[in-house]
Nanobody, 127 residues
Framework: QVQLVESGGGLVQPGGSLRLSCAASGFILDYYAIGWFRQAPGKEREGVSCLSNSDGSTYYADSVKGRFTISRDNAKNTVYLQMNSLKPEDTAVYYC????????????????????WGQGTQVTVSS
């Protein structure tokens, strides 16, 4: 059974950090480009980051560039999203997905092409 499970969300103060995990089961994560996107209440989905499987290239939305880092641990079959200097506007449910061409950072949400995605993890940035 192919499955992605996000974890690591929580409540953090502005300026704080969180590390989100995207664990895969049923397939080898290293064979796939993995994207992260988020959705805040009442707002459209927003692409956050993507890690290519072909050459390891990383991509980030302008809103998170310099603050978020995407990485992969093949031994744990997990992709991470390290989030630093968090802001209240980062509050959202964060999802990971298999995204063969990193559409999550190249296209509008209506044109995203995902294989599988998880159930999401809530991130709340508030004092």
């Amino acid at each position: 059974q192919v499955q992605l499970v996000e974890s690591g969300g929580g409540l953090v103060q502005p300026g704080g950090s969180l590390r989100l995990s995207c664990a895969a089961s049923g397939f080898i994560l290293d064979y796939y480009a993995i994207g992260w996107f988020r959705q805040a209440p009442g707002k459209e989905r927003e692409g956050v980051s993507c890690l290519s499987n072909s050459d390891g290239s990383t991509y980030y939305a302008d809103s998170v560039k310099g603050r978020f880092t995407i990485s992969r641990d093949n031994a744990k079959n997990t992709v991470y999203l390290q989030m630093n200097s968090l802001k209240p506007e980062d509050t959202a449910v964060y999802y990971c997905a298999t995204d063969p061409t990193c559409t999550v950072v190249r296209a509008t949400p209506d044109n995203w092409v995902f294989g599988s995605w998880g159930q999401g993890t809530q991130v709340t940035v508030s004092s």
